[in-house]
Structure formats: structure tokens, C-alpha cells
């Protein structure tokens, strides 16, 4: 079995959020002595972001525009990370957008939104990322669902989100089943409520005890919680975990 590279880099999108879940798994891996390939939409923010991690961490790192829902941008953006960074041996699909349009209120312009960057968005990252995992023969990919993917919603955002993070978890077990043999892993997360600014801005103390009174851990979730779920999916030593969804939730669904 083909094992990792001295040098290896993870690509990660959706990274320049200040709060979200993506800034904090590039900070945590960058820590870890990953090099880190950044997508994101804002050009000078993947930059910056890129620039802040080499210096702080001393390991390389390199920011490209992309909307991940436009598959030529895309490829050029990774096509950029591959030419300017070592090996490409991880990949954390982070990026997303929420949605809390009721389904009777639904537009069909607001059902292809969500499921174009949160699903189809996942798919043009991934498969311009295999082919590089592919012909080195090793790779880690972890998604980010939702448990309202499990759960029919019941969270912030409603259908399509629910859908399409449902679709994640398809595509995940597909994939992990095909690509298996290429020694590459395919997960998926799903965090429960995690603080951040998707569910329509910084949540009020109000809302944060709302949304813990279905959990098992009494607390709301935290970038950290899930960055460190993502960097043991992508370690050397979680080869033999793939298909599956890891429920980073609280406990808020058992299965
Ligand atoms: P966030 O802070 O809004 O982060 C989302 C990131 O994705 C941002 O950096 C955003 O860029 C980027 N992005 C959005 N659309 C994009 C596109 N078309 N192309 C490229 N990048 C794009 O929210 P978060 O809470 O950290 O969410 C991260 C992931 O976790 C999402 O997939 C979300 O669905 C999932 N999740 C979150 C929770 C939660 O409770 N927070 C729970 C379950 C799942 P801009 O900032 O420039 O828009």
C-alpha cells in the first residue's frame, strides 16, 4: 500500500470564512505540518489567508479563486494549487451555503443554488482532485453533510440543503466503494449546530440555547470540534475508515 509523501498537501474549500469550520481546519492542519491549498470565492481573501499560514506554521501554502459550482473554474483554480504545491494527498470539501426558505416558498432559482455549490459543487472538486489522487495512488477525502441530511432537516436551513447534504452522503459511500481500490478514503461529517455565522449571522445567546436543548453534550458545537474530526478522517492512520459518515453532533442523532 502506497503510504503518504514527506511532503503533502491537503486542499480545502470554503477556507476564508474568519469564523467557520473551513479557516479552522486549514489553521489546525496547517499546524499539523500539512501544506494547504485554499478555494475559496475571494481571490485577495485565499491570498491573504494563504499568506498567513506559511508564515505562521512555515509550511507552503497557496490561495485560488474558484466558485465551486462553475466546474472550469474549478479545475483551473486546483490545476493552480497542483503546479505551486507538494504532493495533493487530502481533500476537505467545506464550502457551502445555507438556505432557510420554507419548500411552499421555494423557487426553482433557489433549489439549483444550494444544490449547485453544495452538491454538484462537491462532485466538480472531487473529481478533478482523484485524478491526481488516482495516479499517485494514495488520497483522503472528507465532506462536510449536515445532520439535517439524517434528520430531515430540523435545523437552520431546510430542503435543498437537506438534499443536497443528503446527496453528500450518497456520493461519499459511491465513491469510497469505487476509489477504495486506489487506496484513496471517502468520508462524510455531520456536524450538528456548530458556531458560526451560516445560520443567518453570529447566533444570539438566545438562539444557542435553542439549538442545544436536543443534544446529548450540553453545549453548542465549535469550529475546533469539527477541524479535529477532519484532520483524523485525513490522517496516514485512518486508512481502513471509509464510506461513512462520522456524526460530529452532540449527539444529536444516533444511529
Ligand atoms: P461559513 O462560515 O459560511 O463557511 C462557508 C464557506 O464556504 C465560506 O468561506 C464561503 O465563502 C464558502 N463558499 C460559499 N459558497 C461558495 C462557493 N460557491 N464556492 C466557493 N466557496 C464558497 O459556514 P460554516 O458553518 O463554516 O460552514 C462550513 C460547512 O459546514 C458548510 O458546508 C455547511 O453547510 C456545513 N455545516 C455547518 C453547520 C453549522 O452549524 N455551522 C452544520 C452542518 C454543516 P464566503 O464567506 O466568501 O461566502
Redesign the pocket.
Known amino acids: 500500500m502506497t503510504t503518504f509523501p514527506d511532503l503533502k498537501t491537503v486542499i480545502i ?12 481546519t486549514a489553521d489546525l492542519l496547517a499546524s499539523s505540518g500539512w501544506n494547504v491549498g485554499i ?4 481571490e485577495a ?1 485565499c491570498k491573504n489567508l494563504a499568506n498567513e499560514l506559511s508564515s505562521r506554521y512555515g509550511i507552503q501554502a497557496y490561495g485560488a ?6 466546474e472550469v473554474m474549478v479545475r483551473a483554480a486546483i490545476d493552480q494549487v497542483e503546479n505551486n504545491l507538494p504532493q495533493i494527498v487530502a481533500l476537505a ?6 438556505s432557510a426558505v420554507g419548500y411552499l416558498e421555494l423557487t426553482s432559482q433557489e433549489w439549483h443554488r444550494v444544490l ?3 452538491l454538484h ?1 462537491v462532485h466538480y472538486v472531487t473529481h478533478r482532485v482523484v485524478e491526481t489522487m488516482v495516479r499517485h495512488g494514495v488520497g483522503r477525502i472528507v ?6 441530511a439524517q434528520r430531515g432537516g430540523g ?3 431546510k430542503t435543498p ?1 437537506s438534499v443536497a ?1 443528503a446527496g453528500l452522503i450518497g456520493l461519499t459511500r459511491s465513491l469510497a466503494r469505487e476509489l477504495g481500490p486506489h487506496n484513496i478514503t471517502v468520508n462524510a ?11 443567518g449571522g453570529t447566533l444570539s445567546e438566545e438562539r444557542k440555547a435553542e ?1 442545544v436543548e436536543d443534544l446529548v453534550v450540553t453545549r453548542l ?1 465549535t ?1 475546533a470540534d ?1 477541524a479535529s474530526a477532519i484532520r483524523f478522517l485525513l490522517a496516514e492512520d485512518a486508512g481502513y475508515i471509509s464510506g461513512q459518515t462520522l456524526n460530529v ?1 452532540g449527539g444529536l442523532y444516533m444511529h
Do not use: C, F, Q
Open positions: 474549500t470554503g477556507a476564508t470564512s474568519p469564523r467557520g469550520i473551513g479557516r479552522a478555494i475559496d470565492l475571494d481573501e479563486a474558484a466558485d465551486v459550482a462553475d470539501n467545506i464550502a457551502g451555503v445555507s449547485n455549490v453544495n459543487g465532506s462536510i453533510s449536515s445532520v439535517s435545523t437552520y436551513s440543503y447534504k461529517i455531520a456536524p450538528g449546530p456548530i458556531d458560526t455565522d451560516i445560520m439549538l458545537g469550529t469539527i453532533d
